[in-house]
Protein backbone atom coordinates (compact mmCIF):
# COMPACT_ATOMS: atom_id res chain seq x y z
CA UNK A 1 0.00 0.00 0.00
CA UNK A 2 3.11 2.16 0.87
CA UNK A 3 4.82 1.45 -2.21
CA UNK A 4 1.39 2.28 -4.46
CA UNK A 5 1.78 5.92 -2.48
CA UNK A 6 5.10 6.61 -2.96
CA UNK A 7 4.49 5.80 -6.81
CA UNK A 8 1.94 8.40 -6.89
CA UNK A 9 3.59 10.73 -4.99
CA UNK A 10 6.45 10.44 -7.81
CA UNK A 11 4.15 10.23 -10.71
CA UNK A 12 2.52 13.86 -9.12
CA UNK A 13 6.43 15.31 -8.65
CA UNK A 14 7.22 14.49 -12.22
CA UNK A 15 4.10 15.64 -13.81
CA UNK A 16 4.53 18.76 -12.00
CA UNK A 17 8.12 19.12 -12.72
CA UNK A 18 7.10 18.44 -16.47
CA UNK A 19 4.40 21.14 -16.79
CA UNK A 20 6.50 23.98 -14.78
CA UNK A 21 8.92 23.18 -17.29
CA UNK A 22 6.68 23.63 -20.18
CA UNK A 23 5.21 26.71 -19.01
CA UNK A 24 8.56 28.18 -18.19
CA UNK A 25 9.36 27.58 -21.87
CA UNK A 26 6.18 29.43 -23.13
CA UNK A 27 6.21 32.31 -20.71
CA UNK A 28 10.06 33.15 -20.52
CA UNK A 29 9.70 34.55 -24.60
CA UNK A 30 6.67 36.25 -23.51
CA UNK A 31 8.72 37.94 -20.61
CA UNK A 32 11.06 38.63 -22.67
CA UNK A 33 9.47 40.59 -25.31
CA UNK A 34 7.08 42.62 -22.93
CA UNK A 35 10.19 43.65 -20.62
CA UNK A 36 12.52 44.59 -23.99
CA UNK A 37 9.57 46.66 -25.05
CA UNK A 38 9.28 49.15 -21.80
CA UNK A 39 12.65 49.96 -22.24
CA UNK A 40 14.43 52.85 -23.74
CA UNK A 41 16.04 52.53 -27.24
CA UNK A 42 19.88 51.84 -25.65
CA UNK A 43 18.57 49.35 -23.00
CA UNK A 44 16.65 47.08 -25.65
CA UNK A 45 19.61 47.09 -27.74
CA UNK A 46 21.25 44.83 -25.16
CA UNK A 47 18.18 42.21 -25.26
CA UNK A 48 18.49 41.29 -21.89
CA UNK A 49 16.03 39.97 -19.52
CA UNK A 50 16.87 42.41 -17.02
CA UNK A 51 14.16 44.69 -16.18
CA UNK A 52 14.19 48.70 -17.08
CA UNK A 53 15.48 51.42 -15.22
CA UNK A 54 12.46 53.36 -16.25
CA UNK A 55 9.56 51.79 -17.72
CA UNK A 56 8.69 53.33 -20.89
CA UNK A 57 5.12 53.15 -21.26
CA UNK A 58 5.02 55.59 -23.38
CA UNK A 59 6.44 53.57 -26.19
CA UNK A 60 3.00 51.92 -26.96
CA UNK A 61 1.28 55.25 -27.07
CA UNK A 62 4.20 56.11 -29.84
CA UNK A 63 4.62 52.84 -31.81
CA UNK A 64 0.54 53.14 -32.06
CA UNK A 65 1.12 56.31 -34.58
CA UNK A 66 4.42 55.09 -36.03
CA UNK A 67 2.83 52.24 -36.84
CA UNK A 68 -0.91 52.86 -38.21
CA UNK A 69 -1.85 50.40 -35.82
CA UNK A 70 -5.28 52.03 -35.08
CA UNK A 71 -5.73 51.45 -39.14
CA UNK A 72 -3.78 47.72 -39.34
CA UNK A 73 -6.00 47.14 -36.30
CA UNK A 74 -9.55 47.70 -38.11
CA UNK A 75 -8.04 45.93 -41.13
CA UNK A 76 -7.40 42.87 -38.89
CA UNK A 77 -11.20 43.22 -37.31
CA UNK A 78 -12.74 43.48 -39.87
CA UNK A 79 -10.93 40.68 -42.53
CA UNK A 80 -11.02 38.39 -39.87
CA UNK A 81 -14.18 39.46 -37.94
CA UNK A 82 -16.15 39.21 -41.28
CA UNK A 83 -14.20 36.05 -42.62
CA UNK A 84 -15.02 34.19 -38.84
CA UNK A 85 -19.10 34.78 -39.70
CA UNK A 86 -19.40 33.71 -43.11
CA UNK A 87 -17.15 30.60 -42.27
CA UNK A 88 -19.10 29.85 -39.12
CA UNK A 89 -22.85 30.29 -40.98
CA UNK A 90 -22.13 28.18 -44.77
CA UNK A 91 -19.81 25.66 -42.41
CA UNK A 92 -22.56 25.08 -40.22
CA UNK A 93 -25.29 24.72 -42.71
CA UNK A 94 -23.80 22.63 -45.42
CA UNK A 95 -22.13 19.86 -42.48
CA UNK A 96 -25.83 19.88 -41.09
CA UNK A 97 -27.01 18.87 -44.85
CA UNK A 98 -24.18 16.12 -45.16
CA UNK A 99 -25.05 14.76 -41.59
CA UNK A 100 -28.69 14.17 -42.66
CA UNK A 101 -28.35 12.78 -45.97
CA UNK A 102 -26.09 9.79 -45.30
CA UNK A 103 -26.01 9.16 -48.87
CA UNK A 104 -22.43 8.18 -51.07
CA UNK A 105 -23.31 11.80 -53.16
CA UNK A 106 -23.25 13.66 -49.64
CA UNK A 107 -20.28 11.28 -48.32
CA UNK A 108 -18.01 12.36 -51.13
CA UNK A 109 -18.86 15.82 -50.63
CA UNK A 110 -17.80 15.08 -47.06
CA UNK A 111 -14.55 13.69 -47.59
CA UNK A 112 -14.03 16.68 -50.52
CA UNK A 113 -14.58 19.36 -47.65
CA UNK A 114 -11.84 16.88 -45.25
CA UNK A 115 -9.34 17.23 -48.31
CA UNK A 116 -9.40 21.29 -47.67
CA UNK A 117 -7.79 20.73 -44.57
CA UNK A 118 -4.66 19.35 -45.53
CA UNK A 119 -4.50 20.22 -49.48
CA UNK A 120 -2.07 23.14 -49.62
CA UNK A 121 -2.69 26.79 -50.92
CA UNK A 122 -2.07 27.81 -54.05
CA UNK A 123 -1.44 31.30 -54.15
CA UNK A 124 -1.00 31.42 -58.15
CA UNK A 125 -4.61 30.14 -58.72
CA UNK A 126 -6.39 31.91 -56.45
CA UNK A 127 -4.59 35.84 -57.41
CA UNK A 128 -5.53 34.68 -60.79
CA UNK A 129 -9.03 34.05 -59.57
CA UNK A 130 -9.21 37.30 -57.77
CA UNK A 131 -7.65 38.95 -60.81
CA UNK A 132 -10.68 37.64 -63.08
CA UNK A 133 -13.26 38.79 -60.08
CA UNK A 134 -12.03 42.21 -60.31
CA UNK A 135 -11.54 41.19 -56.37
CA UNK A 136 -7.09 41.53 -56.22
CA UNK A 137 -6.04 43.97 -54.01
CA UNK A 138 -10.08 44.94 -52.14
CA UNK A 139 -11.30 44.00 -48.44
CA UNK A 140 -13.78 41.19 -50.05
CA UNK A 141 -10.95 39.34 -51.87
CA UNK A 142 -9.06 38.72 -48.67
CA UNK A 143 -12.12 38.11 -46.85
CA UNK A 144 -13.90 35.25 -49.31
CA UNK A 145 -9.87 33.83 -49.36
CA UNK A 146 -9.71 33.61 -45.30
CA UNK A 147 -13.93 32.24 -45.31
CA UNK A 148 -13.00 29.40 -48.35
CA UNK A 149 -9.80 28.78 -46.02
CA UNK A 150 -11.76 28.59 -42.97
CA UNK A 151 -14.75 26.39 -43.86
CA UNK A 152 -12.90 23.05 -44.13
CA UNK A 153 -12.47 23.08 -40.47
CA UNK A 154 -16.05 24.62 -39.55
CA UNK A 155 -17.75 21.30 -41.37
CA UNK A 156 -15.25 18.84 -40.00
CA UNK A 157 -16.11 20.20 -36.17
CA UNK A 158 -20.02 20.99 -36.78
CA UNK A 159 -20.10 17.50 -38.24
CA UNK A 160 -19.67 15.54 -35.06
CA UNK A 161 -21.86 17.60 -33.37
CA UNK A 162 -24.66 16.79 -35.71
CA UNK A 163 -23.88 13.13 -34.99
CA UNK A 164 -24.97 13.38 -31.00
CA UNK A 165 -28.09 15.44 -32.26
CA UNK A 166 -30.77 12.67 -32.41
CA UNK A 167 -33.00 13.32 -35.86
CA UNK A 168 -36.22 13.27 -33.85
CA UNK A 169 -35.80 16.51 -33.02
CA UNK A 170 -35.92 17.52 -36.18
CA UNK A 171 -38.91 15.55 -36.94
CA UNK A 172 -40.93 17.10 -33.63
CA UNK A 173 -39.54 20.64 -35.04
CA UNK A 174 -41.29 20.32 -38.57
CA UNK A 175 -44.06 18.81 -36.69
CA UNK A 176 -44.60 22.09 -34.86
CA UNK A 177 -44.70 24.22 -38.24
CA UNK A 178 -41.22 24.91 -38.36
CA UNK A 179 -39.83 26.10 -41.66
CA UNK A 180 -36.20 24.52 -42.60
CA UNK A 181 -34.49 27.71 -41.53
CA UNK A 182 -36.66 27.89 -38.31
CA UNK A 183 -35.94 24.51 -37.85
CA UNK A 184 -31.56 25.49 -38.39
CA UNK A 185 -31.55 29.10 -37.00
CA UNK A 186 -33.40 28.24 -33.64
CA UNK A 187 -33.42 24.66 -33.09
CA UNK A 188 -30.58 23.53 -33.63
CA UNK A 189 -28.02 25.76 -34.39
CA UNK A 190 -28.49 27.17 -30.15
CA UNK A 191 -27.72 23.44 -29.35
CA UNK A 192 -23.85 23.85 -31.20
CA UNK A 193 -23.12 26.70 -29.01
CA UNK A 194 -19.36 24.87 -27.94
CA UNK A 195 -18.36 24.28 -31.63
CA UNK A 196 -19.36 27.40 -32.64
CA UNK A 197 -17.17 29.53 -30.23
CA UNK A 198 -14.50 26.92 -30.82
CA UNK A 199 -14.41 27.84 -34.93
CA UNK A 200 -15.04 31.36 -33.73
CA UNK A 201 -11.89 31.21 -31.73
CA UNK A 202 -9.83 28.93 -33.89
CA UNK A 203 -10.20 30.76 -37.18
CA UNK A 204 -10.05 34.02 -36.17
CA UNK A 205 -6.85 33.83 -34.53
CA UNK A 206 -6.08 32.06 -38.17
CA UNK A 207 -7.27 34.87 -39.99
CA UNK A 208 -5.39 37.48 -37.70
CA UNK A 209 -2.43 35.69 -38.16
CA UNK A 210 -2.01 34.69 -41.31
CA UNK A 211 0.64 36.88 -42.43
CA UNK A 212 1.33 35.31 -46.00
CA UNK A 213 -1.96 35.14 -47.18
CA UNK A 214 -2.58 39.18 -47.11
CA UNK A 215 1.16 39.31 -48.12
CA UNK A 216 0.16 37.68 -51.57
CA UNK A 217 -3.45 39.11 -52.07
CA UNK A 218 -3.62 42.91 -51.00
CA UNK A 219 -0.72 45.07 -52.48
CA UNK A 220 -1.92 48.28 -50.62
CA UNK A 221 -0.09 48.72 -47.09
CA UNK A 222 -3.06 50.66 -46.02
CA UNK A 223 -4.91 47.62 -46.02
CA UNK A 224 -2.98 45.13 -44.41
CA UNK A 225 -3.39 43.63 -40.65
CA UNK A 226 -1.41 44.07 -37.92
CA UNK A 227 0.81 40.61 -38.54
CA UNK A 228 2.21 42.49 -41.30
CA UNK A 229 2.44 45.86 -39.64
CA UNK A 230 5.25 43.99 -37.33
CA UNK A 231 7.36 43.08 -40.79
CA UNK A 232 6.49 47.11 -42.38
CA UNK A 233 7.22 48.32 -39.46
CA UNK A 234 10.76 45.93 -38.45
CA UNK A 235 11.63 47.43 -42.25
CA UNK A 236 11.65 51.23 -40.98
CA UNK A 237 12.64 50.70 -37.75
CA UNK A 238 14.86 47.84 -36.86
CA UNK A 239 17.47 49.23 -34.95
CA UNK A 240 14.23 50.22 -32.00
CA UNK A 241 13.86 46.91 -30.68
CA UNK A 242 11.72 48.41 -28.52
CA UNK A 243 9.11 49.84 -30.25
CA UNK A 244 9.16 46.37 -32.65
CA UNK A 245 8.51 44.63 -29.09
CA UNK A 246 5.99 46.79 -28.32
CA UNK A 247 4.59 46.33 -31.79
CA UNK A 248 4.44 42.22 -31.01
CA UNK A 249 2.66 42.82 -27.87
CA UNK A 250 -0.30 45.22 -29.46
CA UNK A 251 -0.68 42.88 -31.94
CA UNK A 252 -0.87 39.51 -29.85
CA UNK A 253 -3.30 41.00 -26.92
CA UNK A 254 -5.98 41.16 -28.90
CA UNK A 255 -6.28 37.62 -29.85
CA UNK A 256 -4.96 36.71 -25.98
CA UNK A 257 -7.74 37.79 -24.55
CA UNK A 258 -10.01 36.52 -27.47
CA UNK A 259 -9.14 32.82 -26.95
CA UNK A 260 -9.06 33.24 -22.54
CA UNK A 261 -11.99 34.11 -22.84
CA UNK A 262 -13.17 31.09 -25.30
CA UNK A 263 -10.44 28.30 -24.12
CA UNK A 264 -13.36 26.29 -22.09
CA UNK A 265 -15.86 26.15 -25.08
CA UNK A 266 -12.36 25.05 -27.21
CA UNK A 267 -11.50 22.27 -24.65
CA UNK A 268 -15.46 21.06 -24.74
CA UNK A 269 -15.95 21.95 -28.78
CA UNK A 270 -13.25 20.20 -29.71
CA UNK A 271 -14.30 17.37 -27.39
CA UNK A 272 -17.86 16.50 -28.80
CA UNK A 273 -16.56 16.93 -32.48
CA UNK A 274 -14.41 14.24 -31.51
CA UNK A 275 -16.46 12.15 -29.62
CA UNK A 276 -19.12 12.63 -32.97
Known amino acids: MNNVRTL ?36 SRTLSFAFPEVFQWGNYTEVIKAASLVRAFGNSMLMAGVSVIICIVTGAMASYVLSRRQTKLY ?30 NTYVGIILEFGTLG ?18 LDEAAVIDGCTPAQLFFKVIFPLLKPATITGLVLNFLGAWNDFVTPLYLLSDNKKLGMTNSIYNFFGEHFNDWNMIFADIVLTVLPILILYLIGQKYIVSGTAGAVKG
Open 8 to 43: KKIKRTVHFLFVSVCSFLILLPIYFIVINSLKTVEE
Open 151 to 168: IPFLVFLYYGFYESIPRE
Open 107 to 136: KALYIYFFLGLIAPVNYVTTLFTLKFLHLQ
